[in-house]
T-cell receptor
């Protein structure tokens, strides 16, 4: 079967750095996406990785290792507004998007 | 960037009513649109995938006669919840994707449906 694993919940301090991990087992791979979802709102696109390595976008970076079936989202200089759920999703060989259950990130002052 | 508009954002209605939700891609042509459902504190659940001009593909366990999907053009898809009951109360979210395998799904703002 297809599976995406990410931690259920993480807590971090304002101004700090946090890394949210995602491991996947899917039938084929055509890219990995990270989305942010605030409570009661729809997800918003953060990043896309299809090749190994690090993609940086301001305070957010996303890393991919296809051989390990592993990705992480790195958030720097955490702000209170970063409190949200972070969803990892993988496109399989049929270009279907397989969603992780999301990681709820709690930022404390 | 790509914008997806979803209306209405909030619906409260009586049991037995049918509710139509619209999803529009405003600045790109959406080859595929997706309809999701999300219960509080749970992950997104894909209900169906629709391509313009063809019948929607429903996920296992989703009643196609209850959740009618029409994808009439490259910019508009509609979800109609027929004869809604309280257990249909949920957060319904649409997303759209343009051409190209690397394109992300762009989400509408969601519709919160409450059936009394």
């Amino acid at each position: 079967g297809q599976n995406i694993d990410q931690p259920t919940e993480m807590t971090a301090t304002e101004g700090a750095i946090v890394q949210i991990n995602c491991t996947y087992q899917t039938s084929g791979f055509n890219g990995l996406f990270w989305y942010q979802q605030h409570a009661g709102e729809a997800p918003t696109f953060l990043s896309y990785n299809v090749l190994d390595g690090l993609e940086e976008k301001g305070r957010f970076s996303s890393f991919l290792s296809r051989s390990k079936g592993y990705s992480y989202l790195l958030l720097k200089e955490l702000q209170m507004k970063d409190s949200a759920s972070y969803l990892c999703a993988v496109k399989d060989s049929n270009y279907q998007l397989i969603w992780g259950a999301g990681t709820k990130l709690i930022i404390k002052p | 960037g790509a914008v997806v508009s979803q209306h209405p954002s909030w619906v409260i209605c009586k049991s037995g009513t049918s509710v139509k939700i619209e999803c529009r891609s405003l600045d790109f042509q959406a080859t595929t649109m997706f309809w999701y459902r999300q219960f509080p504190k749970q992950s997104l659940m894909l209900m169906a995938t629709s391509n313009e001009g063809s019948k929607a593909t429903y996920e296992q366990g989703v009643e196609k006669d209850k959740f009618l999907i029409n994808h009439a053009s490259l910019t508009l898809s509609t979800l109609t919840v027929t004869s809604a009951h309280p257990e249909d109360s949920s957060f319904y979210i649409c997303s759209a994707i343009g051409q190209g395998g690397s394109q992300p799904q762009h989400f509408g703002d969601g519709t919160r449906l409450s059936i009394l």
